[in-house]
């Protein structure tokens, strides 16, 4: 199974790349620009940058400690993508391996030396999410044997103690290749890295030990804290060993951490990471616009975690947080034309950033950027997208659940259908059954799809020449569920209200407060300064329903709005509550939130005052 998680029980199984292919459509073109240009992007900046020339034992090294890890991230994408590149880069890989498994271009030499901010157990970690790729897509071959063999050092020199890595990842990683593999060690020194963290395993640093989860233990832990993506991918390797080992009170208590971070400290693109300096959560209710970190490599964690808990409960909340984070983040952090990438995902820019042509040295979020010095989100990108078809469905106990919809071929629940649709720009989805067979075909309605309808279309058949007309009923959000047997050519229709929707703020989000934004479907809108638009930073909105225009395949939304009266009296306070001129009424264009920055340097909001 061609699949990045693979969890040996749950509620859902999922589908991986040999059971769902994608044409083209929304996610189906990503995944072809993928692999055609922001690999071979990823891999020419790599080179450049002679983070693989390490790998070759050129001198001085260059790069962050973790620059290793980039390579793997690439391989990994490449194992997925099936991409021609990949057995000359592992062969590089391979040879820079020490005879007893150890390998790291930057600390050989001064082994384990730092555990902190060394990484080395994290660079184990993307190196053996690469091989696995690779087994599942390949089979064996230099790259999978140079993973083992690192993932055999680690279990020697680490399963006794109580050492750990700053930056958690190897813990979901070798739980995988336990998955893979069968062997038993792997998974068992993914519970001990688990169960050593926050005894305190790491020494306190400037940031607190709760930068790096080390503050208390995972099972008492009460929410998502620390540095977003180090948090995310500690919890999905929690969730992984609690599902290999049985341990429900374990999964428990990520999924009420998961539940607490989503209720209080989450943004509306589902980016997660409200403080730049320590690129961490803030507290409950620490949602800023403008200073919202969002890191592009904390969706793709918290895509992946979200992934996990449902497949273990097969509960429809998780696939809604997946769907949000995959339109808003994943597909915000890759230009369109797949060679450039935001690192930070804020929801408000000020000032329009000034383009940068090579390596971006901040990490800001105004406008994407080709590399960056820590280039960990562009990797990131590449990997999840090459694997994205593996989100898309699941096997059920009873047959087939759709979770994601994207038009393609969907095989797994003992049943084959063909999905068409043109989300998320309208709301219709086709489903045929491409083949006789039993079982129910479950289809996600999201919570925001209140008046979702589904027909179910039965193939005309000898004995009933005319099919019998569409039964049409209302659906509820969760899985919207129709039972077999299928006959090859019926066809199950859902359709889901794009109305566009004013969205507001829970009050306690004080930098929200008084201001409202703007979804349709899945996808959240902002609006940005380019061409005629009136300017951004005197607005006040009126809600009221948003006017469609229809932009090639792109669905645009404009809203009334009023733009203050200018200059104040020096001073922005007053003894008058909202108290403001009259303004002048405008019309302000919104596009997709995934979509702003491709037009160059410009503002951006997506909280509108109102
Ligand atoms: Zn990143």
Redesign the pocket.
């Known amino acids: 199974m061609a699949n990045p998680v693979l969890p040996s029980s749950g509620v859902l199984s999922p589908l991986g790349l040999d059971a769902v292919s994608l044409s083209p459509g929304f996610w189906g073109d990503r995944v072809a620009l993928n692999r055609e240009v922001t690999i071979a992007h990823c891999q020419e900046w790599e080179e450049r940058e002679g983070w693989i020339g390490n790998f070759r034992g050129e001198r001085p090294r260059r790069g962050r400690e973790f620059s290793d890890s980039e390579i793997y991230k690439l391989l990994e994408a490449m194992a997925w993508a099936e991409h021609p590149g990949l057995p000359a880069l592992a062969e590089i890989v391979a040879q820079a391996q020490e005879g007893d498994g150890y390998l790291n271009t930057r600390w050989s030499g001064s082994r384990y030396t730092d555990f902190e901010w060394g990484h080395e157990l994290y660079c184990y970690g993307h190196l053996i999410q690469a091989g696995v790729a690779r087994l599942r897509m390949h089979g064996e071959d230099p790259l999978t044997r140079v993973a083992v063999k690192a993932a055999d050092h680690v279990c020697r020199r680490f399963m006794e103690g109580s050492e750990t890595c700053g930056h958690p990842v190897i813990e979901m990683a070798l739980v995988e290749l336990y998955r893979v593999t069968g062997t038993e060690r792997y998974l068992e020194m993914a519970r001990r890295f688990v169960e050593r963290r926050g005894m305190p395993a790491l020494a306190d640093i400037p940031f607190g030990r709760a930068y790096y989860q080390d503050d208390v233990p995972v099972r008492q832990a009460q929410v998502l804290r620390g540095h977003a993506?180090r948090a995310l991918y500690l919890a999905s390797g929690v969730v992984d060993v609690a599902v290999e080992t049985g341990d429900q009170n374990l999964l428990k208590m990520v999924e009420s951490q998961w539940e607490r971070t989503i209720a209080r400290r989450t943004h509306l693109t589902g980016g997660m990471g409200s403080r730049h300096a320590d690129e961490s959560y803030g507290e409950d209710y620490e949602l800023p616009p403008d200073r919202a970190y969002n890191?592009?490599?904390a969706g793709i964690a918290s895509i992946m975690l979200a992934h996990r808990l449902l497949l273990a409960t097969g509960d429809v909340k998780y696939a809604d947080l997946a769907e949000r984070t995959l339109y808003n983040m994943l597909a915000t952090g890759v230009a369109l034309d797949g060679r450039s990438f935001f690192?930070a995902n804020p929801l408000q820019v000020r000032v329009p950033s000034v383009p940068v042509d090579g390596v971006n040295h901040a990490a800001e979020g105004g406008l994407r950027s080709p590399w960056f010095d820590v280039s960990?989100?562009p990797n990131?990108i590449a990997r999840t997208i090459a694997s994205l078809p593996a989100y898309v469905a699941g096997a059920a106990a009873d047959g087939l659940r759709i979770h994601h919809y994207a038009s393609g071929e969907i095989r797994g629940g003992g049943l084959a259908v063909r999905v068409e649709t043109g989300y998320p720009w309208n709301g219709s989805v086709s489903v045929r059954v491409l083949e006789d067979g039993r079982g129910r075909i479950g289809l996600r309605v999201p919570a925001w799809a209140a008046d979702a309808t589904l027909s179910h279309v039965p193939a005309s058949s000898p004995d009933a020449p005319l099919p019998e007309g569409p039964v049409i009923r209302p659906v509820s959000p969760g899985y919207a569920v129709v039972d077999g047997p299928w006959r090859a050519g019926d066809e199950i229709r859902l359709e889901l209200p794009m109305t566009p929707r004013w969205t507001f703020p829970d009050r306690r989000i004080d930098a929200l407060r008084g201001s409202a934004a703007v979804e349709r479907g899945p996808l959240v809108y902002c609006a940005e300064s380019v061409a005629d638009q009136p300017p951004l930073g005197d607005l006040s909105a009126r809600v009221r329903p948003p006017v469609e225009h229809h932009v090639d395949d792109v669905v645009e939304l404009e809203v009334a709005a009023e733009l203050g009266a200018g200059e104040g009296n020096g001073w922005p306070y007053s003894a008058v509550a909202n108290g403001h001129a009259e303004g002048t009424d405008v019309r302000l264009r919104l596009i997709p939130y995934h979509r702003w920055g491709n037009r160059g340097p410009a503002t951006m909001r997506v909280w509108l005052p109102i």
């Open positions: 993506v890191e592009t490599c690192y960990c989100c990131n």
